[in-house]
């Protein structure tokens, strides 16, 4: 799974037939850290995310080959769409104490 930020919607008047009357959104994936990681991806979506929406990918073939059927040629879909993005707790100048110095 990865997470990304939708730039966009894709459009098409010819496409594989597993693809008929299904959403495209254009993400743009990203690091853990919310810089852009690579090209954007196209990807199904059944959540209804919009322009600007974090949204949780996955690549996974078999998840879409359930929802579009055995030939479809797609690989990314939306699996969620996460309120926020975790970021860890980063202090500066502390250091955990050591479990061994328990006394």
Do not use: C, N, Y
Request: no cysteine; glycine share 14%; proline share 10%.
């Amino acid at each position: 799974m990865q997470l990304g930020r939708v730039v966009g919607r894709a459009t098409a008047t010819v496409k594989h037939p597993t693809f008929q009357g299904e959403r495209l959104l254009i993400v743009q994936l990203e690091s853990p850290d919310g810089k852009p990681d690579g090209e954007p991806v196209l990807a199904f979506d059944r959540l209804g995310a919009g322009r600007g929406d974090l949204v949780m990918l996955t690549a996974d073939g078999q998840l879409l080959q359930e929802m579009l059927g055995p030939t479809t040629p797609g690989r990314w879909s939306v699996l969620g769409l996460p309120d926020t993005r975790w970021e860890p707790i980063r202090r500066s100048g502390v250091s955990d104490p050591d479990p061994r110095d328990r006394g």
